[in-house]
């Protein structure tokens, strides 16, 4: 089994930067693809980025794109997400999630095999 354990989140103001962490451990973690996702009150999980094995591939949603940052170190078994300019639309519970794909950069739940157990992200203005 795999275990991720998110932290990094907090209260901060609009236009600020949080930098999320998520560190993977268990026998069967093969470094595969990982991703962050989000949950606000009353809506859908919501792909941010995501991040290819070798790092070399990356996906972000709209939203996020050109403020959010995703890299990974697989020596530390760890992926990390650079938050800046952060919004307070931005505010969600923020979720690691681990793949058991290997090529590409996946962007659909359905697509994760891990989840961690999330972490809460508030943006004030």
């Known amino acids: 089994q795999v275990q991720l354990v998110e932290s990094g989140g907090g209260l901060v103001q609009a236009g600020g930067s949080l930098r999320l962490s998520c560190a993977a451990s268990?026998?069967?973690?093969?470094?595969?693809?990982m991703g962050w996702f989000r949950q606000a009150p009353g809506t859908e999980r919501e792909i941010v980025a995501a991040?290819?094995?070798?790092?070399?591939?990356?996906y972000y949603a709209a939203s996020v794109k050109g403020r959010f940052t995703i890299s990974r170190d697989n020596a530390k078994n760890s992926v990390y997400l650079q938050m800046n300019s952060l919004k307070p639309e931005d505010t969600a519970v923020y979720y690691c999630?681990?793949?058991?794909?290997?090529?590409?950069?996946?962007?659909?739940?359905?697509?994760?095999?891990?989840w961690g157990q999330g972490t809460q992200v508030t943006v004030s203005s």
């Open positions: 991040i290819n094995r070798y790092g070399t591939s990356t």
């Open positions: 999630a681990a793949s058991r794909i290997w090529a590409g950069a996946p962007r659909t739940r359905s697509d994760y095999d891990y």
């Open positions: 268990g026998r069967t973690f093969n470094n595969g693809a």
